[in-house]
């Protein structure tokens, strides 16, 4: 059972542009939510979180919306760059034991 | 701030012996620590959650005797992979966290291969 579901496994953006990527959640009981960036061979780099109790947070190029009715959530990078191209990987997590539930990933790659 | 190193990064050994894996916190003192395992081109599965002084808690489908965890300090993990078997070739990783601080830091992994 994929709690957590990042349904297109790759994204190609123009760089300059606005890239946004996805992520589903089925467990009503998360209460925040992250974003990581992540290079093969490498760990995971932490972009940005938000708490169930908000609906956007912001920080610079990075700005990710959360939709509870909808249990969806995004992250938006503008202006895309070329550096950003990575695999990015939303997790949600709950209470105090500091599990994280990760997406499958998705894959950005942001064109010259 | 927030670094978290692992060593070492790349292991390769032999069917049967054991490889043991550090999770260092290097400039934060890490409550809980927790251990990863992705496998390529998959999502990042959790295999056990590390509080310090107290037993490692597994995921469901981890076996606890053939990865053993060791969280010694707040600023250092390990994971031991016993009787290592070419199955357990794979990407670990650690991260580190504070209590009652939400985000995760993790380490940069380590390759381990199996022959």
């Known amino acids: 059972d994929q709690q957590v579901k990042q349904n297109s496994p790759s994204l190609s953006v123009q760089e300059g542009r606005i890239s946004i990527l996805n992520c589903d959640y089925t467990?009503?009981?998360?209460?925040?939510f992250l974003w990581y960036k992540k290079y093969p061979a490498e760990g995971p780099t932490f972009l940005i979180s938000i708490s169930s109790i908000k609906d956007k947070n912001e920080d610079g190029r990075f700005t990710v919306f959360l939709n509870k009715s909808a249990k969806h959530l995004s992250l938006h990078i503008v202006p895309s760059q070329p550096g950003d191209s990575a695999v990015y990987f939303c997790a949600a997590g709950s209470g105090n034991t500091g599990k994280l539930i990760f997406g499958q990933g998705t894959t950005l790659q942001v064109k010259p | 701030g927030a670094v978290v190193s692992q060593h070492p990064s790349w292991v390769i050994c032999k069917s049967g012996t054991s490889v043991k894996i550090e999770c260092r916190s290097l400039?934060?003192?890490?409550?809980?620590m927790f251990w990863y395992r992705q496998f390529p081109k998959q999502s990042l599965m959790l295999m056990a959650t590390?509080?310090?002084?107290?037993?490692?808690?597994?995921e469901q489908g981890v076996e606890k005797d053939k990865f053993l965890i060791n969280h010694a300090s707040l600023t250092l993990s390990t994971l031991t992979v016993t009787s290592a078997h070419p199955e357990d070739s794979s990407f670990y990783i650690c991260s580190a966290r504070v209590a009652g601080i939400e985000t995760q830091y993790f380490g940069p992994g380590t390759r381990l291969l199996v022959l």
């Open positions: 467990n009503s009981m998360f209460d925040y």
């Open positions: 400039d934060f003192q890490a409550t809980t």
């Open positions: 590390s509080n310090e002084g107290s037993k490692a808690t597994y």
